[in-house]
């Protein structure tokens, strides 16, 4: 795992995982405000298993942080258990939940040398920088912004953020065509994304500071999704496109600073006038809204 990729991860794990769960709505059991409390300490042995040699000690590190996002993970069908929605934002918030844990599982791999389901440890390496950024940062603020200026694009981005990360997922599994596929999905919800952060949450922010950091998440979206599709759809076609190592440095730094951290800390900002006044249209209105049979 390259320097930067690793510092990347760090930033995932030791920041954007934790300040995220402060920042998901709905319901909030004990188990998961335990786990939320814990994760530094969860997430340090993964950090550190980050930069030692292959070896027994840093899979067990390794193993530690792969744990915890089991265990955040589970929470998921908790939480579908106690809100019974498939609302669009609420797709969101269980993608967030699920999605470190397969960035863990392939952490835990990566570190032992062995080649889960026959990926390439090069790979596995980039798969958890990518599971924790497009997959559960991308995930959360789409489910923020749904619920926050609830519309049709939001709710377009809420559930094509999820599906398009499913797609990438399953496109590793069966050809660079249909992770094409779920790259174009992906992008299109991160677009929505950053269309609706720029419009009208940016335009609403209550300070200079807080509408900086959402520019600056929009913009940088536009253009790392764009070398995202560039690059997968080189794979699949064989046309030039970015090196992996450029794309660590273009699109993953990009999305990890300009898109995640920029964004989370803006909603850090935005939490108290959210928990002050409602959405201007809620989120769970009848028509937009599944409920589960009893």
Do not use: K
């Not at 389901?117 to 991308?138: C, K, N, Q, W, Y």
């Not at 065509?177 to 919800?189: K, N, R």
């Not at 990009?254 to 989120?283: E, K, Y």
């Amino acid at each position: 795992m390259s320097v930067l990729v690793g510092l990347i991860v760090m930033l995932g794990m030791l920041v954007v995982v934790p300040v995220g769960l402060r920042l998901l709505d709905g319901p909030q059991p004990a188990t998961l405000r335990l786990l939320r409390r814990a994760w530094p300490l969860l997430a340090l042995p993964g950090a550190v298993a980050l930069w030692l040699p292959r070896s027994p000690l840093a899979v067990a590190l390794a193993s530690v942080y792969a744990l915890a996002t089991l265990a955040l993970a589970l929470h998921a069908p908790v939480r579908l258990a106690l809100t019974r929605s498939m609302a669009p934002a609420e797709i969101a918030a269980l993608t967030a939940l699920v999605t470190p844990a397969v960035a863990g599982l392939a952490l835990a791999a990566e570190r032992a040398g062995y080649q889960l389901f026959g990926f390439e440890l090069g790979i596995l390496a980039l798969t958890v920088p990518h599971f924790h950024f497009a997959g559960f940062a991308a995930a959360l603020v789409a489910g923020l912004v749904c619920r926050t200026a609830d519309s049709r694009g939001t709710r377009f981005a809420a559930l094509s953020v999820p599906l398009g990360t499913l797609l990438v997922l399953l496109g590793y599994f069966v050809d660079d065509w249909a992770e094409l596929a779920g790259a174009l999905v992906l992008t299109a919800g991160m677009w929505a994304v950053a269309l609706a952060t720029w419009r009208e949450l940016r335009a609403d922010a209550p300070d200079r500071v807080t509408r900086s950091l959402l520019a600056t998440s929009a913009a940088v979206l536009v253009a790392t999704m764009l070398l995202a599709l560039s690059w997968a759809l080189g794979e699949a076609t064989g046309v030039p496109h970015p090196s992996l190592t450029w794309m660590a440095a273009t699109h993953g730094l990009g999305n990890a600073l300009g898109f995640a951290l920029c964004s989370l800390l803006a909603w850090r900002r935005l939490a108290p006038a959210r928990t002050a006044a409602p959405a201007r249209t809620p989120v769970a209105v009848p028509a937009h809204r599944t409920e589960l049979p009893a």
